[in-house]
């Protein structure tokens, strides 16, 4: 499944991101929506979920994220929705690590 996200807010380490697997960073931006897909190794065989993907959190309830490979890169999320079939843009897309 995926969980669709409107970023809230990011630290400038993101965009301060030069190494060539990592450049995404710098496209993250306050506003916009991202799509984070749940695969595995990342979901949890016990509950078929992935940490962090905001399952009790509703309405207003601001989420945390961490760049894997850029601890420094960093911010808040909120949930938008779940969706059960994964239709995500080729941009703006992650992976629940």
């Known amino acids: 499944y995926c969980v669709e996200f ?3 807010s990011l630290s400038p ?6 190494r ?9 931006r306050e506003g ?5 897909a749940c695969q595995p190794p990342a979901m949890s065989p016990a509950t078929q979920r992935c940490a962090g993907d905001g399952h009790s959190a ?7 994220w961490e760049a894997i490979g ?12 779940q969706l059960e079939h994964c239709s995500c843009p080729l941009v ?5 690590t």
Not at 20 to 28: D, V
Not at 70 to 81: E, F, H, M, Y
Request: net charge positive.
């Open 6 to 8: 409107r970023t809230e």
């Open 13 to 18: 380490q993101c965009a301060l991101e030069r």
């Open 20 to 28: 060539p697997f990592a450049r995404w960073m710098q496209y993250l």
């Open 32 to 36: 916009h929506t991202v799509c984070v």
């Open 58 to 64: 509703h309405g207003d309830k601001i989420l945390h």
């Open 70 to 81: 850029n601890s420094q890169c960093q911010g808040t999320w909120k949930k938008i929705r």
């Open 92 to 96: 703006h897309s992650f992976i629940f």
